[in-house]
T-cell receptor, first 111, second 111 residues
Framework: GESVGLHLPTLSVQEGDNSIINCAYS??????FIWYKQESGKGPQFIID?????DKRQGQRVTVLLNKTVKHLSLQIAATQPGDSAVYFC??????????FGSGTRLLVRP | GAGVSQSPSNKVTEKGKDVELRCDPI?????LYWYRQSLGQGLEFLIY????????KSGLPSDRFSAERTGGSVSTLTIQRTQQEDSAVYLC?????????FGPGTRLTVT
């Protein structure tokens, strides 16, 4: 299913640079947060998650930062590659299953 | 192993007709979710099945929408008397623990 919209916020980065995608969440009771990547014509793909008892979690080339004070979540992608081009969604939940998704950010990687 | 599959991948229907969308979750996953994604939007939770428990239908937008899950596996989302505002991508996900695995979605177009 195609997910990309015409008016999504867009982040354009040079290949090899680091990318930072931001997300503000709404529910102060949310205790679990996930970042998803969605390529055109595909469903969202899990990237990384973090629980509210942490403020940073690292994966392979990705880092998620959580600031509960200002209800802000960010996804950092190191050495961005063309294959990272996609729409990125943050999601939050206070129930572990009913995810509330943000509206998404389109990442474009310039060669 | 196989991921979550959905059928059909695309469905065009006339306003007023009923449609059925199918989801085959990953084998062994006890939880199944339906989401709707409109153009340029994040995912909107529709319904959640967990084992033999009563489903959480709190996200269904109207009584024209219903879903069932037979034998704890395959799920069907039915939309009766479709309206143009029902046009969207309908995504299914399944999980065993926290991480939800998404299918590719069914793009529904109501003309």
């Amino acid at each position: 299913g195609e997910s990309v919209g015409l008016h999504l916020p867009t982040l354009s980065v040079q290949e090899g640079d680091n990318s930072i995608i931001n997300c503000a969440y709404s529910n102060s009771a949310s205790d679990y947060f996930i970042w998803y990547k969605q390529e055109s014509g595909k469903g969202p793909q899990f990237i990384i998650d973090i629980r509210s008892n942490m403020d940073k979690r690292q994966g392979q080339r990705v880092t998620v930062l959580l600031n509960k004070t200002v209800k802000h979540l960010s996804l950092q992608i190191a050495a961005t590659q063309p294959g990272d081009s996609a729409v990125y969604f943050c999601a939050e939940t206070d129930s572990s299953y009913k995810l509330i998704f943000g509206s998404g950010t389109r990442l474009l990687v310039r060669p | 192993g196989a991921g979550v599959s959905q059928s059909p991948s695309n469905k065009v229907t006339e306003k007023g007709k009923d449609v059925e969308l199918r989801c085959d979750p990953i084998s062994g996953h006890t939880a199944l979710y339906w989401y709707r994604q409109s153009l340029g939007q994040g995912l909107e939770f529709l319904i959640y099945f967990q084992g033999n428990s009563a489903p959480d239908k709190s996200g269904l937008p109207s009584d024209r929408f219903s879903a069932e899950r037979t034998g704890g596996s395959v799920s069907t989302l039915t939309i009766q008397r479709t309206q143009q505002e029902d046009s969207a991508v309908y995504l299914c996900a399944s999980s065993f623990a926290d991480e939800q695995y998404f299918g590719p979605g069914t793009r529904l177009t109501v003309t």
